[in-house]
């Protein structure tokens, strides 16, 4: 109550988060909507002031985590199909208009964003290492490679009309002969 006996409107300062990490989002069986599974869900209160920086270190803390994560928003109005991506001040500024926007005047106390973390894809290809493989375990690798044949190749044995040209490698296997090229 304000001096004058009147009430004072309830503005809050804080925002809450609702932030699940560690799952993946799935479509429900029944009827196909996206829905989160797994993971953890916690709820982080903030100040409506806080910079895209600090949020990002206040989220990475209770994770666990000192990972950049990638921070991911629902709007109010949407389905899980379409998250916003979170990555400026501008747009977390924009994220926190757009529910005030939507929710009624006396709803920004309990007002709660729901936001999804995860790990950044990393874009960097990592190669394997030379292969100091010998062709012995380079041929029985391509022998698993091969496809089966049915039982009835296996009893009676193929045998070429001619020999293979010369540089084919050739061995037997089930009881058929397999060409390397």
């Not at 790990?119 to 030379?130: D, E, Q, R």
Request: proline letters at 12%; charged letters at 20%; one cysteine or more.
């Amino acid at each position: 109550m304000s001096r004058d006996g009147g009430k004072t409107p309830t503005t809050t300062t804080t925002i809450k988060f609702l932030c699940s990490y560690g799952g993946r989002i799935l479509p429900r069986y029944p009827d196909g909507k996206l829905h989160y599974h797994g993971g953890e869900t916690r709820v982080l209160s903030v100040e409506r002031s806080i910079s895209f920086a600090e949020l990002l270190m206040k989220l990475g803390e209770m994770c666990g985590t000192s990972l950049v994560l990638n921070l991911r928003c629902q709007l109010p109005t949407e389905d899980l199909d379409a998250l916003v991506s979170i990555t400026s001040n501008e747009y977390l500024a924009n994220l926190i208009e757009e529910y005030d926007r939507v929710a009624p005047p006396p709803a920004p106390p309990s007002l709660k964003i729901r936001a999804f973390l995860s790990a950044p894809k990393t874009t960097k290809k990592v190669s394997p290492p030379p292969s100091t493989t010998s062709p012995k375990l380079s041929y029985s690798v391509a022998a698993m490679l091969l496809p089966k044949m049915p039982e009835t190749h296996w009893r009676r044995p193929f045998l070429p009309s001619r020999p293979p040209p010369a540089g084919v490698l050739t061995t037997r296997w089930r009881n058929s002969t397999v060409c390397l090229y």
